[in-house]
């Protein structure tokens, strides 16, 4: 795969991977109807350190780099009618640092569903798209 700047390192040298579902409320372009759904990302989270061995080149990278998150989903599927339709104006890679300044939904709900003493509901199965072709997309920004 290509990497940005031609880092040689790979990513997981340099990050340790976590998956984390945000929510987020889109508007079906077919019946019009707007509902929420769960997207799922891939946070990056820098490593503390190299791996021994990485050379002076790379550890110069290596301070550059951020945490940032990047969006498995490209698609959600309309709970009122059934389509398929693409996430709208949502960046696919985020760093953590803007991240941070959004409002999770999810965390806002849990708190509304504790404060109103209402169980948890059982998370909605839904059938998995494909991981989208996620690194042949635009740079990530790198510095
Ligand atoms: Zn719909």
Do not use: H
Request: net charge neutral; proline share 8%; aromatic share 8%.
């Amino acid at each position: 795969m290509l990497l940005p700047c031609g880092m040689a390192l790979d990513e997981r040298d340099l990050f340790n991977e976590r998956p984390e579902t945000r929510s987020g409320r889109y508007q079906c372009p077919r019946c019009r109807r707007t509902g929420d759904y769960s997207v799922r990302w891939t946070r990056r989270s820098k490593k503390d350190r190299l791996p021994s061995g990485a050379s002076a080149e790379d550890r110069a990278k290596f301070d550059k780099v951020r945490d940032y998150l990047l969006r498995l989903d490209d698609e959600v599927t309309c709970t009122a009618c059934g389509k398929r339709f693409e996430i709208p104006s949502q960046q696919s890679v985020m760093f953590a640092d803007q991240f941070a300044g959004l409002p999770n939904d999810d965390e806002l709900e849990q708190e509304i569903k504790e404060a109103a003493g209402e169980p948890e509901p059982e998370p909605e199965v839904e059938k998995k798209p494909a991981l989208p072709a996620r690194f042949t997309r635009k740079s990530m920004g790198w510095k």
